[in-house]
């Protein structure tokens, strides 16, 4: 690039004195169309010398760093430094800890519009699968504290009822357990099932009303938004209520596919997107 540049330096410097000696007052006199043509390579002379400086001061410009760090800069300007999430939004959840497959599984679906965000959906609306995987297996690694928010005050009865709802389901609703999805400890299954443990009432609550209302679905077998629809507003507060107001365990990592013992539903499979392959 500095060779180029002092090429370049050289040929304006030539241009330059060409113009000035056919822009000589004795010479215009002569020869209008010279004195025209003059003023025109001067100029050109000048852009040029202007273009070669703006391209030696890019070329002076320090590099920006490829890393993975640098890559998720959009991801951490809300999510946190390390995916921690928001303390202060019901839209901003933590990332941290979650299993990869679950986080890529979601980047896709943000893609594809199956689940609803505009700021979302803008980030990776251009992102390759490879590249959204690098993503998922970054934030799934990161291991922060978590931080606890305010639960809403709720009675004794819908505390009840959201225990019931987690621990047992509802079989005259047809609703099975979180626990038989998300783990017994509530922290999540390898490879796609998230933890519930950890997020703010807010959150949860707006999920849920995320897959009644369709601005989150799934491909496959639509799961969550059966689930959500069998539950009753009330049933939602109680859940999240109930969830939110629960103590972290000492281990907060997903649990291994292994743990999975309980059958799901028929109709609630556990999909896989390869994001561990």
């Known amino acids: 690039m500095t060779q180029i540049t002092q090429s370049m330096r050289q040929l304006v410097a030539k241009t330059v004195q060409r113009a000035v000696r056919v822009y000589n007052p004795q010479m215009s006199r002569l020869d209008p169309l010279r004195n025209g043509a003059a003023l025109i390579i001067a100029v050109m002379a000048f852009v040029v010398t202007f273009a070669t400086t703006d391209v030696n001061a890019q070329d002076a410009a320090p590099p920006v760093p490829d890393t993975i760090q640098q890559r998720v800069a959009a991801c951490t300007s809300c999510h946190g430094a390390h995916g921690e999430g928001s303390a202060d939004s019901v839209l901003i959840p933590r990332l941290a800890g979650k299993p990869a497959g679950y986080l890529l599984q979601q980047l896709e679906y943000f893609r594809s519009g199956q689940r609803q965000h505009a700021p979302m959906e803008y980030v990776v609306r251009q992102l390759s699968t490879a590249y959204m995987r690098r993503i998922a297996e970054y934030f799934s690694k990161q291991d922060v504290p978590y931080s606890r928010q305010p639960v809403p005050a709720v009675s004794d009865e819908t505390r009840r009822r959201g225990e019931q709802l987690v ?6 609703r047809g609703l099975p357990s979180c626990a038989s999805c998300h783990g017994n400890n509530l922290t999540g299954v390898q490879p796609m099932m998230p933890g519930l443990l950890g997020l703010s009432y807010g959150y949860l609550s707006n999920q849920l009303l995320s897959w009644r209302n369709h601005t989150r679905a799934a491909k496959g077998p639509y799961c969550m938004g059966v689930v959500a629809n069998r539950m009753r507003e009330s049933d939602v507060e ?40």
């Open 167 to 172: 621990r047992l389901g509802d079989s005259t």
């Open 238 to 277: 109680a859940v999240a209520a109930w969830l939110a107001s629960q103590p972290l365990p000492n281990d907060t990592h997903p649990a291994p596919a292994s743990a999975q013992t309980e059958a799901l539903p028929g109709w609630c499979v556990m999909g896989s997107n390869g994001a561990d392959q």
